[in-house]
């Protein structure tokens, strides 16, 4: 049975946006794939709902083969710490250093100081940097930052890594360091799901890639590159027109 099921999964925001149109898709255990598409056509909102950010409208999403609907809500922050979660408006707290900011998280989890640096130390080595524990946000170069920030996703020992977008304020060079590290986690065993729209990154990969346009999933393929599917004006005309000839039709 697959890790993630997505089983015909629309998501409407009130009043009436309608931002993912039946959505169905699997990930087995240790996959790695992108989800791409322009701004706006819903990749943020499919990582929110995997982890239970925001709820699905219609449709079943399973992890673990747990219909994730019938969570409790005090059973959700415990499910949570199946997944890391980098997001792209996520930062540091500029108050405190890097070890800081993850002695945070570690002890909002109620794990003790000596568990919690052990931890720490792990996570930032993952990363490289482990030297640089003791810098303020500030001292540290924007990639820097970013991978404290992807340290700090791996914290809670996650089996499902999501990263939206999260090369979205780096150069080339630290966006390619930032996937390599991805990279070395997928490899590690953490199934990584990584929302993006540079192209050369998501031709580089060679992933499985899961493509969107205006709130439909058009293409999911193997071994991928940035599909052109993506970026093409009539497709996303021709989803437009499909949608609004539906809508017509059930009036
Ligand atoms: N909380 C929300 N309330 C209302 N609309 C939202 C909310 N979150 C996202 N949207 C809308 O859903 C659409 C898809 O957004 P998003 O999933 O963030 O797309 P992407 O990540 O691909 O840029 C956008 O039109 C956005 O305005
Ligand atoms: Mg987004």
């Given at each position: 049975m697959s890790q993630i099921v997505f089983e015909h999964v629309t998501k409407i925001f009130d009043?009436?946006?309608?931002?993912?149109?039946?959505i169905s898709f699997r990930v087995e255990k240790g996959e790695f794939l992108f989800l791409i598409g322009?701004?706006?056509?819903?990749k943020s909102s499919i990582l929110k709902l995997l982890s239970r950010q925001e709820d699905a409208t219609e449709g079943k999403i399973y992890i673990d083969q747990q219909?994730?609907?019938?969570?409790k809500r005090k059973e959700i922050p415990y499910f949570r710490r199946k997944f890391g979660i980098m997001q792209a408006d996520m930062r540091c707290?500029?108050?405190?250093t890097a070890y800081d900011n993850l002695l945070l998280v570690m002890r909002s989890c109620g794990y003790s100081r000596s568990r919690s640096r052990q931890r720490i130390m792990e996570v930032l080595g993952r990363v490289g940097m482990a030297h640089k524990a003791g810098r303020y946000p500030q001292e540290l170069s924007v990639g820097e930052e970013a991978r404290v920030l992807l340290a700090r996703a791996l914290l809670t020992d996650p089996q499902i890594l999501l990263a939206d977008?999260?090369?979205?304020?780096?150069?080339p060079d630290m966006s390619w360091d930032m996937m390599n590290l991805l990279n070395d986690i997928n490899r590690q065993g953490i199934t990584v799901l990584v929302s993006s729209h540079s192209v050369e990154l998501v031709n580089i990969m060679h992933k499985r890639v899961l493509t969107l346009v205006e709130g439909m999933l058009v293409s999911d393929e193997k071994n991928?590159?940035?599909?052109?599917k993506a970026l093409d004006i009539f497709e996303e005309r021709r989803v437009r027109q499909l949608r609004e000839g539906r809508i017509l039709k059930n009036r």
């Open positions: 009043p009436d946006e309608l931002v993912l149109e039946d322009k701004s706006g056509v819903g219909d994730i609907s019938q969570l707290l500029r108050d405190r977008e999260p090369t979205a304020n780096l150069d991928a590159g940035y599909s052109a």
